[in-house]
């Protein structure tokens, strides 16, 4: 951690994530950026329903994650390209974490993030198995495929409001993620982890290259980069007001199955499951909090309850009676959680498991 804090300086808010990582490899330090399963969806690279479909990250390698304030998030990944610790593995794992960007731990140190703060206060082993635009089906192959390693005592589905259903649209147009509907199908990941990194380490290569593309392109082209530009805060209006995320289309069927698949698969390890509801910071942008009905929350809650999965709603039970919920975000403007959210929310949630 020292050495990567020399290496990022004041400068880096005006720098992107391969900047920095020319930064740390020119200190002899292998770096690669953060790649994700969704990544790897949207640009179609993997066309084969036989073709290996990998969950995680690079493994052993410093990697670059992302940015919400001055500095970039950077952590060690583990055996299997997650954000953790790699001793996690060693041990009993009595917390095992499923989720998207806020399990990965958008954007904070890897100590505080929400695995790391469960593991401080109860001095149990965690492990977070959590990805960027992860949605429930890809967060339900990645139980299936790493949950059965360990075989932990609990598990946090942490499901955000804001796109968990949207990116369920996408997820299911693959058949290879479709095929962990059923209860017997594995890729078994954690047997190929060599074959996952080289696989990574291309799509990594076209992705940097593409990037170096698009950044000449918009260099010489000042017209259409401020078209795209129009574009995009378009587009981060139609975000914010819910236009295209969870309210134009119902909660598709699939996401009863997906849940009840999970819960069948934690029950057979005799664990015990828990769905984390977390909510959209736009909730509390303004003095009018969003009711009930906003991005479908009631109807998540309902199907939870009717496939008896405990449930811990930070919303109603914890946001709402916060003085000021803003606080707990980044910045109070960024849209994940601040080191401080990340430590108090996982309070909550032991503390509320524990009256469970």
Same mark, same amino acid.
């Given at each position: 951690l020292k050495a990567f804090n020399n290496v990022i300086t004041e400068q880096s808010k005006t720098k992107n994530k391969y900047d920095v990582i020319k930064e740390l490899q020119s200190s002899g330090i292998n770096a690669v950026p953060s790649i994700y399963p969704k990544v790897i969806l !949207? =640009? +179609?690279w993997i066309k084969s329903s036989k073709d290996l479909f990998p969950l995680g990250g690079i493994s052993h390698i410093t990697t670059v994650f992302c940015k919400e304030g001055e500095e970039f998030s950077i952590y060690k990944s583990d055996r299997y390209g997650f954000n953790n610790p790699d001793s996690m593995w060693d041990g009993e794992v009595n917390w095992l974490l499923i989720g998207d960007s806020f399990t990965q731990g958008s954007c904070v140190k890897q100590e505080e993030n929400f695995s790391s703060q469960i593991r401080f206060i109860t001095k149990e082993n965690s492990i977070s198995l959590g990805m960027s635009g992860n949605g429930p089906l890809i967060e339900l192959a990645s139980l299936k495929e790493y949950g059965q390693i360990k075989k932990p005592k609990n598990v946090l589905w942490l499901y955000f409001e804001r796109n !968990? /259903?949207? &990116? /369920? =649209?996408?997820e299911k147009s693959n058949p290879i993620f479709v095929k962990y509907l059923d209860r017997d199908f594995r890729q078994n990941l954690s047997s190929k982890q060599e074959e996952i990194d080289q696989k990574l380490k291309t799509y990594i290569k076209i992705a940097e290259q593409e990037f170096l593309n698009e950044k000449l392109i918009k260099i010489r082209k000042k017209e259409k980069l401020d078209a795209f530009k129009k574009i995009i805060r378009l587009q981060i209006i139609r975000d914010k007001t819910s236009l295209d995320r969870g309210l134009k289309f119902g909660i598709d069927p699939l996401f009863v199955k997906i849940m009840s698949e999970a819960k069948n698969f934690v029950n057979k390890q005799n664990a015990n499951l828990y769905f984390v509801y977390l909510p959209d910071k736009e909730r509390y942008s303004? +003095?009018?909090? =969003?009711? &009930? +009905?906003? /991005?479908r929350k +009631? *109807?998540?809650i309902d199907i939870i309850n009717n496939l008896n999965i405990p449930i811990i709603d930070l919303h109603t039970e914890f946001f709402v009676k916060q003085s000021d919920p803003l606080s707990l975000y980044a910045h109070r403007i960024y849209g994940h959680y601040s080191p *401080?959210?990340?430590k108090k929310i996982s309070e909550f949630i032991i503390k509320k498991i524990k009256n469970i």
């Open positions: !949207d =640009k +179609n !968990d /259903l949207y &990116d /369920l =649209k996408r303004s +003095n009018n909090t =969003k009711g &009930d +009905n906003y /991005l +009631n *109807e998540i *401080e959210g990340y």
